[in-house]
């Protein structure tokens, strides 16, 4: 699995991109509307293990997970995860690192890997969810054409507070029809 962007290499992540991974994932700012915790140099090892072969939709629950590479350094990654199969929805998400935001990246990954569920994979809607004090990710979705659909109002506990859900999505005719 690789593909190919203007400027970007995505690819499975793989062992020798401990030091890379760290140093965004392992950043609190980047872990700030994410779920998980800052990652420590004990997680990362395990954190690419574990995600090195998720590249194919294959069952209910399987998700692929590109590094983003940039002159041979990974500075981001992206993933496309499915729900069940029969529905054929696939969830985006992106975690980029600070020193490359701003430039674009984000969006060209997350874009190479919607064409990849629309265009390979034939899913029928793409969609992603987030904080909506992330205007960031916010407007990622929004470059990707992708309508919001719902503001959930404190739908759940989020780092030791009431969190509101933005959703986020596209549908396989809307990106058609936006490449005529
Ligand atoms: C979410 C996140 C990936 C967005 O990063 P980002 O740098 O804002 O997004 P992009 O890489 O797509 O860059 C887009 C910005 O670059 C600008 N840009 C500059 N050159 C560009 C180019 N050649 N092409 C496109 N955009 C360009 C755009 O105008 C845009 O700026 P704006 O948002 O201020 O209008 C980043 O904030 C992040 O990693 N956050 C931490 C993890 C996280 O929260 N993930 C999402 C969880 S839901």
């Not at 759940?156 to 029809?177: C, H, N, V």
């Amino acid at each position: 699995m690789r593909l190919i962007t203007d400027r970007l290499l995505l690819r499975p992540l793989r062992p020798g991109d401990e030091a890379d991974v760290l140093a965004y994932r392992g950043r609190a700012d980047v872990s700030r509307y994410l779920e998980s915790e800052p990652m420590t140099p004990g997680d990362v090892e395990g954190f690419i293990a574990e995600r090195a072969t998720a590249t194919s939709l294959d069952k209910d629950g399987d998700r692929i997970l590109l590094a983003a590479e940039l002159d041979g350094h990974v500075i981001g990654d992206v993933r496309l995860r499915a729900g069940r199969l029969e529905d054929a929805q696939g969830e985006l998400g992106w975690v980029f690192h600070p020193g490359h935001h701003g430039r674009g990246y984000a969006t060209e990954a997350a874009r190479a890997l919607m064409r990849l569920g629309f265009e390979d994979l034939g899913l029928h809607r793409v969609w992603a969810q987030l904080d909506p004090r992330n205007k960031a990710s916010a407007r990622v979705c929004e470059r990707l054409g992708m309508r919001q659909e719902a503001l959930l109002i404190e739908e759940s506990r989020f780092k030791g507070e009431w969190g509101d859900l933005a959703i986020y999505a596209l549908l396989a005719r809307e990106w058609t029809s936006t490449r005529k």
